[in-house]
């Protein structure tokens, strides 16, 4: 220590005062989350302070990664229901779901201010949360953004919020595969239309038949979600193959421990068997009317009832067409089958659909 004076003891004084203060006032850097239960924001996690890329390419990576789901076209929202995602509310919204800031005008892709995509780490509640995204600040970085607001985001551009959920890669109630017992009979309830048999669960698998309405078939294994609904195994007389369960009555008896997708339908009313009428007494059914103006949106599902998967949420004013002629009445609605102007097609409650 020999050399070691006062004013060397004073400058050695003046660094570690000086780092003190750095470290009282320097911006806490927000803490990394670990182990959230979900396969989508634990996979995102492992990218933190990595180079991701783009938001929406990052994205895609970590599902492939989470779940072995690619993501493909056409654009920012079709795709994610072609990938078998289902949309969800900012309420019910958790680890794993992604935040989608897009324009509803413009379905396909684009790049245009505001665009975004996020994964949620945490419901914060009233619309905000904890996320990890990709190039928020221009720099293709994957980063944390804690108590995100992207409702206020797509605000001040004009855009529109969306929140989607993977099968398996949410903390979220999802639709999970399910079995009943070899054999178990069902009848095609598809309202009048013939019900697509295909070669494998998803609406890519070629069609190997239409099954007529009304048909009896026999469910010979386990469901599979895909591209938003709930697929199983059926042997018809036309031959093997896949269906979309939420188009099948099972018998009470048999779907008494069956989830929702393929509960069996309960019968309706006279006075709401069929589609609702419009106010000159013609049917409304193949005609564009739309969503009424009452305060929230109205979700569209994959199955008639409150049970079904949320597909989407469709906004005030939105003009769908009724393509199925009679409505199914359950847990307290008359459901109609409808179809958006993107295509997109399921299930609403008619109570909330004008001329």
């Not at 009848?187 to 048909?215: E, F, H, K, Q, Y």
């Not at 294994?221 to 895909?226: E, K, Q, R």
Request: net charge negative.
């Amino acid at each position: 220590m020999t050399g070691f004076t006062a004013q060397n003891r004073i400058a050695l004084t003046l660094v570690a005062a000086a780092i003190m203060t750095l470290t009282l006032i320097s911006s806490p850097t927000p803490a990394r989350a670990e182990g959230t239960g979900s396969p989508i924001a634990d996979a995102a996690l492992r990218h933190l302070d990595s180079h991701g890329g783009q938001c929406w390419t990052f994205m895609q990576q970590v599902v492939a990664e989470a779940t072995g789901i690619r993501i493909t076209g056409p654009g920012y929202r079709q795709s994610y229901f072609n990938a078998g995602a289902v949309e969800v509310s900012a309420d019910e919204a958790a680890a794993g779901d992604v935040i989608q800031i897009a324009s509803d005008a413009s379905p396909g892709w684009g790049s245009y201010p505001g665009l975004h995509t996020a994964i949620i780490l945490k419901n914060l509640g009233g619309g905000r949360f904890d996320s990890i995204d990709s190039n928020q600040n221009w720099d293709e970085w994957v980063s944390l953004r804690p108590n995100y607001d992207p409702y206020a985001a797509a605000a001040r551009n004009g855009l529109q919020v969306h929140i989607y959920r993977f099968p398996g890669g949410s903390v979220g109630d999802t639709p999970v595969s399910f079995k009943l017992a070899e054999g178990t009979p069902a009848t095609v309830a598809t309202g009048g239309d013939c019900l697509n048999l295909r070669s494998a669960p998803g609406l890519s698998a070629s069609r190997v038949g239409c099954i007529p309405a009304g048909s009896a078939v026999s469910i010979t294994g386990d469901s599979v979600v895909a591209d938003g609904y709930t697929w199983v195994p059926v042997d018809t007389a036309r031959g093997t193959g896949w269906v979309a369960a939420d188009f099948l009555q099972v018998s009470q008896a048999a779907a008494a421990s069956a989830p929702a997708a393929l509960a069996p339908i309960a019968e309706a009313p006279a006075a709401v068997a069929a589609a609702p009428e419009s106010s000159s007494g013609d049917s409304v059914l193949d005609r564009w009317i739309h969503v009424d103006y009452s305060g929230g949106c109205l979700r569209m599902r994959t199955a008639a009832g409150l049970g079904g998967s949320i597909i989407t949420c469709l906004a005030a004013g939105t003009p769908v067409r009724v393509t199925l002629p009679d409505s199914i009445y359950t847990d307290g609605y008359a459901w109609v089958f409808v179809r958006t102007e993107a295509g997109i097609e399921g299930w609403v409650a008619s109570e909330f659909l004008v001329e």
